[in-house]
């Protein structure tokens, strides 16, 4: 009885507030933020680029954050709070992956996010990156870990020059989990730029025990 008032309730919901896709602002019958035919046009293929990783051994990257419709849809995760495109990007990462999974020997595998710290995280009301890694290790039943953390707030690394955005993540993350030894990490973040975010979270877990760090992103900005 309870199950049944419940759907009676949802579908109430969705009658006096249908959701609309945010890109096309059509309803869908899916009731998602991000319609199938609009899901259908994002485009898989980073630019050219050369980034100083010493921490990473692979990276992968799924999409141009300058290509329109990705970047459209990262900026209203993380600045307007459409907290539910988060599955959705993780299914667009998820498609970008299948294709590399079967050609890799992964064992011992943990999926960890980009953390944020506290402050940002509190004023977010989530950290989108991990939302999108929990989706992407449930569709793969990867370990899920949360465990690296930040434990200083830093300026938004978007409009800094490199240099600066080196100093700005330098000694801001620490992790509180067991030792990785032998453990290979996916370790995702949603837009790398300089890289400098991601090789200073990767050096944090090879100082752990991490035998293999694969960067993996939906976007290169």
Same mark, same amino acid.
């Given at each position: 009885?309870?199950?049944?008032?419940?759907?009676?309730?949802n579908?109430?919901?969705?009658?006096?507030?249908?959701?609309?896709?945010?890109?096309? /602002? $059509?309803?869908?019958?899916?009731? +998602?933020?991000?319609?199938? !035919?609009?899901?259908? &046009? @994002?485009?898989?293929?980073?630019?050219?680029?050369?980034?100083?990783?010493n921490?990473?051994?692979e990276?992968?990257i799924?999409?141009?954050?300058?290509?329109?419709?990705?970047?459209?849809?990262?900026k209203?995760?993380?600045?307007?709070?459409?907290?539910?495109?988060?599955?959705?990007?993780?299914?667009?990462?998820?498609?970008?992956?299948?294709g590399?999974a079967?050609?890799?020997?992964?064992?011992?595998?943990?999926v960890?996010?980009?953390?944020?710290?506290?402050?940002?995280?509190?004023?977010?009301?989530? /950290? $989108?990156?991990?939302?999108?890694? +929990?989706?992407?290790?449930? !569709?793969?039943?990867? &370990? @899920?870990?949360?465990e690296?953390?930040?434990?200083?707030?830093t300026?938004?690394?978007?409009?800094?020059?490199?240099?600066?955005?080196?100093?700005?993540?330098?000694?801001?993350?620490?992790?509180?989990?067991?030792?990785?030894?032998?453990?290979?990490?996916?370790?995702?973040?949603?837009?790398?730029?300089?890289?400098?975010?991601?090789?200073?979270a990767?050096?944090?877990?090879?100082?752990?025990?991490?035998?293999?760090?694969?960067?993996?992103?939906?976007?290169?900005?």
């Amino acid at each position: 009885m309870a199950c049944n008032l419940n759907l009676i309730g949802n579908l109430l919901l969705n009658l006096l507030f249908p959701v609309t896709c945010c890109i096309c /602002n $059509q309803e869908n019958k899916e009731q +998602k933020y991000l319609c199938h !035919n609009c899901f259908k &046009k @994002l485009k898989f293929g980073a630019p050219q680029f050369n980034l100083k990783l010493n921490f990473v051994d692979e990276l992968a990257i799924a999409g141009n954050y300058d290509d329109g419709l990705l970047g459209e849809l990262i900026k209203k995760l993380k600045f307007n709070s459409i907290e539910p495109l988060g599955p959705i990007l993780a299914d667009f990462l998820t498609i970008f992956w299948q294709g590399r999974a079967s050609l890799m020997n992964v064992n011992n595998l943990l999926v960890i996010p980009i953390p944020l710290s506290p402050q940002r995280e509190r004023r977010r009301g989530f /950290n $989108q990156t991990e939302i999108i890694a +929990k989706h992407f290790a449930k !569709n793969f039943n990867y &370990k @899920l870990n949360l465990e690296l953390k930040k434990i200083k707030h830093t300026k938004q690394q978007s409009g800094l020059s490199e240099k600066r955005r080196q100093k700005n993540i330098t000694a801001v993350f620490f992790w509180q989990g067991e030792p990785l030894i032998n453990k290979q990490i996916i370790l995702i973040d949603d837009v790398i730029t300089t890289g400098a975010t991601i090789n200073e979270a990767a050096k944090i877990l090879k100082l752990a025990g991490a035998k293999k760090i694969i960067a993996l992103a939906l976007a290169k900005g």
